[in-house]
């Protein structure tokens, strides 16, 4: 099945400061989501991106197909901006439509 | 749009009993729903995939007789946890495809955490 590597694993921050996250698949994508998992272990939907470039205040993704990888930006980073951020494909391949996670990013912003 | 809503949020039972958690697709249908499964510091490993009307699919490893899953309509999925013990304590999510038009893609409940005593 297809793979998914996500890095850095882990990520400390000050307040403030700007971060990227990157995330690498194996092979070809029909989708691929950024979510954001609260410390209640809710997953947010943040980016909806099998291709291009999206922005939501300051969380932007670019996702370049052609070159299986996709980065997250964080910009102006806040104490509420900490959790784990995972990426999740789709494959393109086959008709067993499911999502594979990656290991996620451990981010902490401190004050 | 697009919204799972799974319950209940947090769930304890004894060993040996069995467990029943809920999925369902308030605003749109859903012939297809996923279980995931999540253990502290991990990340989310898909269980089965719930087909409306059918048999689910489950992955390899995943235990079909443990861990049991009805579809019994467009809007919802069961997961039955039976006879529970302590190393079946986790986090469990459910999550559907929200319609292709609507470029939600994949959406997921509020989960359920399971604690066996």
């Known amino acids: 099945g297809i793979q998914v590597e996500q890095s850095p694993p882990d990520l400390i921050l000050q307040e403030g400061a700007n971060s990227t996250l990157r995330c690498n698949f194996s092979?070809?994508?029909?989708?691929l989501q950024w979510f954001h998992q609260n410390p209640w272990g809710q997953l947010i939907n943040l980016f909806y991106?099998?291709?291009g470039t999206k922005q939501n205040g300051r969380l932007s993704a670019t996702t370049v197909a052609t070159e299986r990888y996709s980065l997250l930006y964080i910009s102006s980073s806040q104490t509420t901006d900490s959790g784990v951020y995972f990426c999740?494909?789709?494959?393109?391949?086959?008709?067993?439509?499911?999502?594979?996670f990656g290991k996620g990013t451990l981010l902490t912003v401190n004050p | 749009g697009a919204v799972v809503s799974q319950h209940p949020s947090r769930v304890i039972c004894k060993s040996g009993t069995s467990v029943k958690i809920e999925c369902r697709s308030l605003?749109?249908?859903?012939?297809?729903m996923f279980w995931y499964r999540q253990f502290p510091k991990q990340s989310l490993m898909l269980m089965a995939t719930?087909?409306?009307?059918?048999?689910?699919?489950?992955e390899q490893g995943v235990e079909k007789d443990k861990f049991l899953i009805n579809h019994a309509s467009l809007t919802l999925s069961t997961l039955t946890v039976t006879s529970a013990h302590p190393e079946d304590s986790s986090f469990y999510i459910c999550?559907?495809?929200?319609?292709?038009?609507?470029?939600?893609?994949?959406?997921f409940g509020s989960g359920t955490r399971l604690t066996v005593v």
């Open positions: 092979d070809s994508v029909n989708n």
């Open positions: 991106i099998p291709s």
């Open positions: 999740a494909v789709e494959g393109s391949g086959g008709s067993n439509y499911k999502l594979t």
């Open positions: 999550s559907a495809r929200a319609p292709r038009t609507t470029n939600y893609g994949y959406t």
């Open positions: 605003d749109f249908q859903a012939t297809t």
């Open positions: 719930s087909n409306e009307g059918s048999k689910a699919t489950y």
